[in-house]
């Protein structure tokens, strides 16, 4: 399996010659590395019909028959598992021993979709329980709903395609991916690694280009029947209301937050605090932005231990595989990032370690001391290694500054009372409460969304099952006797 030195949209179980392309280049040195088209309007009209002829094909083909391709992709990731780490690793910047795991996540995402493929049914209903029922007899199941669009983003360039194409096509709909225009390589891999399952020609279709340009035109498009979107807040918002009538669903980031009580055994997850402060440089939507304490004692040691594991994490390219930390995805966040930490340091938080940039597109791992809710990092989605350390006084406190966030989508709690466990469980507003590990915990069975404005629906195979098909009801009235 290899990819063409010219990468156009996947049509149709083909690359289609497009009319414009533009080079890609590593975020760690600036070096390019590919040439991929750029899509316009045509192209992407292209690819729209192919994925609406191919409907049919798509919901005739059996639970078996889905459930068979499905798992061979995951076999041809896992017989291709180098290829596929190191071009995330390469278009993404993400260390390589990050990208590694990457793909075992979407391998297992693959063959948790092929499950479903075989799961998914209705019910019976009885509705001789009502007196106009007698008579009739009836069920439920569940439909494709056609053309799915799906947007995916930079951080996760295999994985979260896989999260939508999955479970589209274990649901029997055909789809039209639009990955994030940095990152294209790995959605190209994946559709060449279905069709060499057996997937029929039409039922995926890969066309990359600016979003500006083709996503709002995807998303609108009068043949797509939903739209799956990960990725900004602005972004998710102009895409949902430019869909009309047809069901989206939104994954819109996060500003994750973690109470640590007094009595915690936070020593013991030190690493876990480590990876969700700074996996693949904090680009990641449940990464770990703001600690509260509920001592001043706890959070002085936390902030502590958190500046001296940053100052020991090894920076290098991302084809390194002792790397631990490389490069943010492009020039603005390195700004971006800089800015909230100047915002924060403005606001009289304390730098402990970091704040400030290395090399070409590098933001060193940062840790800062003290929280103002005023600060942008209390209200912003950072996405960049930067994690803030406060404390707070008490349990409760320590909720409510986790709460005051426009964001909802993961956050956590560490203690070793059950009661406070379980009422952090019951108060923190977030679509996912992790105890004693930190919000970067996710495996990909598990329903996945966020509440407030990180998001609609939830992703996961199962559940993405559900969003991506309809219920469809039959009636059957009997003769009479």
């Known amino acids: 399996m290899r990819l063409p030195d010219r990468l156009d949209p996947w049509i ?10 533009v080079e890609l280049a590593c975020p760690w040195d600036g070096q390019p590395f590919a040439s991929v088209a750029q ?11 192919a994925a609406a002829a191919a409907r049919r094909t798509a919901a005739a083909l059996s639970a078996h028959e889905r459930f068979s391709f499905l798992r061979g992709a995951a076999r041809e990731l896992a017989a291709h598992h180098d290829l596929f780490a190191s071009t995330i690793a390469r278009e993404s ?3 390589l021993r990050e990208a590694k795991v990457e793909v075992d996540r979407a391998i297992q995402t693959l063959e948790f979709s092929a499950e479903e493929a075989k799961r998914l049914h209705g019910e019976t209903l009885v509705l001789d329980a009502h007196p106009a029922g007698k008579g009739r007899f009836g069920w439920t199941r569940r439909v494709p709903r056609g053309v799915i669009a799906c947007i995916t983003p930079f951080n996760f360039p295999l994985n979260l395609v896989a999260h939508k194409v999955g479970p589209a096509l274990a ?34 279709q890969v066309v990359p280009g600016l979003g500006a340009e ?21 972004v998710g918002t102009r895409l949902r209301a430019g869909a009309g009538l047809k069901p989206v669903t939104l994954e819109l980031g996060g500003n994750a937050p973690v109470v640590i009580d007094d009595d915690a055994e936070w020593r013991g997850a030190l690493d876990r605090l480590v990876a969700g402060s700074f996996a693949h440089s904090g680009q990641v939507c449940i990464h770990l932005q703001r600690v509260f304490a509920t001592s001043r004692r706890v959070a002085d040691e936390v902030a502590a231990a958190l500046a001296e594991r940053a100052q020991a994490l090894r920076i290098g390219p991302p084809t390194d595989p002792a790397s631990e930390l490389t490069a943010l995805i492009r020039e603005r966040d390195v700004v971006r990032v800089g800015a909230i ?20 597109r590098t933001y060193l791992p940062t840790v800062l001391e003290g929280i103002d809710p005023a600060m942008r990092l209390a209200q912003e989605e950072l996405f960049g290694p930067v994690v803030a350390v406060a404390a707070t006084g008490s349990f409760e406190a320590a909720i409510a500054a986790a709460n005051a966030t426009r964001y909802g989508l ?3 709690v560490f203690t070793r009372d059950l009661e406070r466990a379980l009422r952090a469980a019951d108060l923190l507003e977030a679509g996912g409460v992790i105890i004693n590990d930190v919000p970067l915990f996710r495996v990909d069975q598990m329903p996945y969304g966020g509440t407030k404005e990180s998001g609609l629906g939830r992703e996961g195979p199962r559940y993405a099952c559900e969003e991506m098909s309809e219920l469809k009801t039959v009636v059957v009235r009997r003769a009479a006797h």
């Open 93 to 95: 910047g993400k260390p």
């Open 341 to 360: 930490v100047d915002d924060a340091r403005a606001h009289g938080a304390r730098v402990a370690t970091g704040a400030a940039r290395a090399g070409h």
């Open 39 to 49: 899509c316009s309007v045509t192209e992407l009209a292209a690819a729209i019909a």
């Open 410 to 412: 993961q956050a956590s």
């Open 171 to 204: 649901a029997g709909n055909t789809v039209v991916v639009k990955p994030a225009e940095e990152t294209p390589c790995s959605a190209f891999l994946l559709a060449l690694a279905l069709q060499a399952a057996g997937c029929p020609d039409g039922l995926v």
């Open 214 to 234: 083709i996503g709002e035109p995807l998303a609108q498009h009068p043949d797509v029947a939903m739209v799956s979107f990960t990725g900004s807040r602005a």
């Open 12 to 21: 149709a179980g083909r690359f289609v010659p497009a009319a414009r392309h």
